[in-house]
């Protein structure tokens, strides 16, 4: 009896707390996962290139001004490297941290693992009010972080895991609205973070469109006719629209800003898979299924997951109206985003890190679904013990492919970070002044080397007939340095005058 009331008492208490409760065992999960290391690493491992690229824009901001609507790269392919992507806030807030506490990479990993910790404690919530269970809402927002893809990301310099986080918010002040209309200031919270999200990754504006569909198909459920559900969400309507007006008009000048100043190197635009070959097409599936599969999810999660939305299939009756239609729409959603980018998914891991949204709808979905249909079965602690075990479980394997990732051989790629990496205090040492252009021989990274030195210039991939072509020009373009890495500096030795040189590198100097 004694033993009963006592745990009753913590009960209480850890429900009184259960925002602080998670907080400290996402710091936990965080420490185990390695996170306090990984924030103060250089960019390095996969995609490489894309987080200099992230990297290169926060620099040139700093370096160049705080003009937020002229974003520049190193690369000098684009007149004066000006090229655009996404919306570039984050790299815009970092630079302005940059200028209050100095140029330290780990601001823009510190803001994204924030952001993505505020998302999930907001899914936390979300998931403790539908189910009404905190021990579920723990275990299942944990399970739904415990992919290899998004733990990645989400401490690391590139936007996809801060739009996931700002999309997860979105969401929680959405539904917060649905149940109480009486104001529109969670209204006019959600899409604004919907928009933001939706500015920093374009493709997140699935999210925004199916929350304005379900709600107007709510009420529609709810027997209301057309004219009055129009009534009465004219402001749902408003702000809608001008979060769509926000975003086209981003792209828009993205795509003029990119043509005026002859930059070819950011997508700005979708890689559908009916404009693909069947070779293409299968080769793409294979690389999914064959090779990303497992690093999304570890494959027992993925089983989970399956399971649990098959099972909640067949009850989907059972579960909630309002929760049914909006995984309705966000997994339509997301099947017209996936045939959109299909061709991305071969090579880009970080594309999956949108879908995840749907996901955790999808198996939150049938989850309700199976919880209200069998209550003694899902209330019983043993089941839930074993859906703890399932998240542990998945937690770890995540831990261990999240290491992996760390701990291999730089690539083709990355290597020239290792290359490069103390390389741009020599150059102020020597004297090679900071607005020198450089050409780097030989860096298949657009920003990757050019970064690390902290100057403007191009890159040469290889020493093929068409880079050494592409040499000549940038030569010619005004390059005031040539960077050499390991032997390939024996094809300069006669042409230029030697101004450094170590064990990795060889700095020439053209004019």
């Not at 823009?108 to 979300?126: H, W």
């Not at 999808?362 to 989850?367: D, E, G, K, P, Y």
Request: glycine fraction near 4%; include cysteine.
């Amino acid at each position: 009896m004694i033993i009963t009331k006592s745990f009753e008492k913590t009960t209480n208490i850890l429900m009184k707390h259960q925002n602080m409760l998670f907080l400290l065992i996402l710091m936990v999960v965080y420490y185990i996962l390695g996170y306090y290391q990984i924030l103060f690493l250089r960019p390095e491992g996969i995609h490489f290139i894309r987080q200099t690229d992230s990297l290169s824009f926060v620099a040139n901001y700093y370096k160049n001004g705080m003009s937020f609507f002229q974003p520049q790269v190193f690369n000098l392919q684009s007149i004066d490297g000006k090229a655009a992507c996404e919306f570039p806030f984050l790299y815009y807030l970092t630079a302005m941290f940059y200028k209050i506490f100095g140029e330290h990479e780990f601001i823009l990993r510190f803001i994204t693992v924030l952001i993505v910790s505020l998302g999930l404690l907001s899914l936390f919530k979300f998931l403790s009010k539908l189910l009404n269970d905190v021990a579920y809402a723990l275990i299942l927002t944990f399970l739904f972080l415990s992919s290899t893809v998004l733990l990645y990301y989400t401490n690391n310099f590139l936007p996809d895991a801060s739009a996931f986080g700002l999309t997860l918010i979105g969401w929680y002040y959405f539904f917060r609205f649905l149940q109480d209309r009486s104001t529109n200031k969670l209204l006019i919270l959600s899409f604004l973070i919907f928009t933001l999200s939706s500015l920093l990754k374009v493709t997140y504006f699935l999210y925004p469109v199916s929350a304005i569909l379900t709600l107007f198909v709510f009420d529609f459920y709810n027997k209301a006719e057309m004219k009055q559900i129009i009534k009465d969400n004219i402001s749902p309507i408003i702000f809608f629209l001008f979060s769509l007006a926000l975003i086209i008009s981003w792209n828009i000048y993205a795509i003029h800003y990119n043509k005026e100043n002859k930059d070819l190197y950011f997508l700005v635009s979708s890689q559908p898979i009916w404009s693909m070959s069947k070779e293409q097409i299968y080769e793409t599936w294979s690389y999914i299924t064959g090779y990303w599969y497992s690093r999304y999810y570890s494959i027992d999660t993925f089983h989970f997951f399956f399971a649990i939305i098959i099972a909640g299939f067949f009850v989907v009756k059972k579960s909630n109206i309002l929760v049914f239609i909006t995984t309705v729409f966000v997994t339509i959603g997301s099947l017209i985003y996936f045939l959109l980018f299909f061709a991305q998914f071969k090579y880009h891991d970080y594309y999956f890190i949108t879908l995840i949204p749907a996901l955790i709808f999808i198996v939150t979905n049938s989850f309700i679904a199976l919880k209200n249909k069998f209550p003694k079965v899902f209330g019983n602690y043993i089941t839930k013990a074993l859906v703890l075990v399932m998240c542990i479980i998945s937690l770890n394997y995540a831990r261990m492919k999240l290491q992996e990732r760390y701990d291999g051989r730089p690539d083709e790629f990355s290597k020239i970070g290792f290359l490069l990496s103390d390389i741009s205090q020599k150059t102020d040492s020597i004297g090679i002044a900071k607005n020198s252009t450089f050409i780097i021989f030989t860096d298949q990274t657009p920003n990757g080397g050019l970064y690390f030195i902290n100057r403007s210039g191009w890159n040469i991939p290889d020493n093929s007939e068409n880079s050494l072509k592409k040499l000549e020009r940038c030569i010619q373009l005004g390059a005031d340095y040539l960077l050499c890495t390991e032997n390939s500096n024996i094809l300069f030795e006669n042409n230029y005058e030697k101004v450094f040189k170590n064990d990795k590198i060889t700095i020439f100097k053209i004019r």
